[in-house]
């Protein structure tokens, strides 16, 4: 707190004065010893005082600029045109040091000081905001400021919070689909996106749609867990993709880590003797409800007659001796393993999805060969059941463009998008943190889509905060109810420095004083009252910012692509 008279100078602009002045003659005594240095015979000596005096005499003496220093120092001063030579190169310097500094976002850190937060100015968002020309194909649209298109950086991740009605389909999911022209993986609990999207993704490619429970009206193509499940190593890789379904719901409950492994341990030497046998989907779901034991050992004795090979001999006595120590449990910890695989299998107990597991239309290297896309269709009810299903599929799709990539130096030759509207909901992948991390730098653009920071906790614990700060863009948009994701966004925002100014006036005339406080930019309250299709954009180390939503019908461009008038 700081008063001052009325009739005064204030305390502020007495160093404001000071400071000015001071900076004045600094870069005077740097012109004359520049000068001096590069033009004339030697850095001038020169005191403070002095300087003072050359600052008085300066402005009558601008055409020989050297005659405003005392008679000392001037002998070592070059003509006029060394020395605005030297003010020329510090101009240039410092103009130099400018532009690098805003390339590099140091100069409005310092210009900010400790005023605490603010909104992004035009210029710090002058990457996101570059015309179609200037290199952006390609590039996730995350929305509109002004009249200007922001587009992510190239495969920078991207998640998003909105609950249903906010926009995060239409003016998200939807966009991002009809624009992309590699390969593409979505999933949704709703149809629409698929509705909206699939005349223009056939126009790209093969369109793979797997809706289990024909909930699209869509004839949905085949996929069987069972297609990769032929060798030991695949049908481990095939039971761990399935049981990651389990160990995400059962975290938090005290021994869920165990009955997961365990029932991967169960499921692999049956998986792999259904698919060594041909014995199919309907042997495998009963085998995992403890139905047809004689039929299953039956399968082993055929299995290894049928090896060709040592390698092949060494998969069914590791599939063997997996199915004799499961034998081995005692009956209550079988049951429990039992109850757990049973949970990861139980959609195959539904005819429909069984019929979905007759064959393997959709495999990875399909998808990733061409501008192909995989839709993944569950509603609220049937994305529960089938999330193993869903996982495991879209495991594989991921796995197997990281393998390709690697194959290729590092990148994909067709960039990935993986589009996960209901990413808590139809295939929570429970290594998501580590893929948006990695995944620029393999060609894969990543759009996670959550309700709410509530909902990625459910699925991902402790670790929720790593898989959304793993994002480089993160969007809230409007009505979140979830106090906790509002003050993260909040708190993320930041604070601002406020000025409170009070005038007193008494006896002795008015007196000013000033109170500095911080209070946040934006209130969690005022996050959750978002206006209808805007969005709050943190990106990077950029300040913070407010889009307006690109609504596929609202855009023309989109329209046609989607082929609606």
Known sequence: MSGDRASGISDGVMVAVIGCLGT????????????????????????????????????????????????????????????????????????????????????????????????????????????????????LVLGRRGRRIVRAEERHALVAFGPPQSGKSAGLAVPALLEWNGPAVASSIKTDLLAVTLAR?????????????????????TWSPLHRATTWDGALEVAWRLAAAGELD?????????????????????????????????????????QGTRELHEALDRASVQTRDGAEQADV???????????????RTRSSIEATAQALLR?????????????????????????????????????????????????????????????????????????LDEAGNVAPLPNLAEIASTAPSHNIQLVSIFHDLAQARTRYGRQAETVVNSHRARMLLPGVADLDT???FAGLVGEEEARDLT????????????????????????????????????????????????MWFEDRRLRRLAGTP
């Open 347 to 419: 959609a195959y107990r539904f005819a429909r999805v069984a019929r979905s597991a007759s064959s393997c239309q959709i495999t990875a290297d399909r998808l990733l060969d061409e501008s192909a896309t995989l839709y993944l269709i569950g509603d609220a009810k049937a994305s529960k059941l089938l999330r193993p299903l869903f996982l495991a599929l879209l495991s594989e799709v991921v796995d197997r463009a990281y393998e390709r990539a690697t194959l290729a130096g590092g990148r994909l030759e067709l960039p990935l998008l993986l589009c």
């Open 486 to 488: 509002l003050r993260y």
């Open 250 to 290: 059962q975290r938090g409950v005290e021994g869920g880590d165990f009955w997961a492994i365990a029932a991967e341990q169960r499921l692999a030497p049956l998986l792999f003797v259904a698919a060594r046998t041909g014995a199919g989907i309907q042997s495998l779901v009963r085998w995992v409800y403890g």
């Open 201 to 221: 993704r056939q126009t790209l490619g093969s369109a793979f749609i797997f809706d289990p429970f024909a909930l699209s009206g869509v004839s949905s193509h």
């Open 503 to 550: 005038r007193t006036t008494g006896a002795g005339g008015t007196t000013r004083s000033t109170a500095r406080r911080r209070r946040p930019l934006v209130a969690p309250e005022a996050l959750r009252q978002l206006p209808d299709r805007q969005a709050l954009l943190l990106y990077g180390r950029i300040a913070p910012t407010q889009l307006r939503l690109r």
């Open 317 to 331: 006595h590791a599939a063997y001796d997996a199915v004799r120590a499961f034998e081995a449990q005692a009956d």
């Open 24 to 139: 004045v003659i600094a870069l005077l005594w740097l012109w004359g010893g520049l000068a001096g240095a590069i033009f004339g015979r030697g850095w001038p000596g020169i005191g403070g005082g002095q300087l003072l005096e050359v600052l008085i005499r300066l402005p009558t003496r601008l055409a020989a600029p050297a005659s405003a220093w005392p008679a000392p120092a001037r002998s070592r001063l070059p003509g006029p045109a060394g020395c605005y030579a030297a003010l020329a190169l510090i101009g240039g310097s410092a103009a130099l040091l400018l532009r690098f500094g805003r390339r590099a976002g140091v100069t409005s850190l310092l210009l900010r000081g400790q005023g605490g937060a603010r909104w992004a100015t035009r210029a710090e968002l002058r990457a996101l905001t570059r015309r179609r020309s200037s290199g952006t194909a390609g590039r």
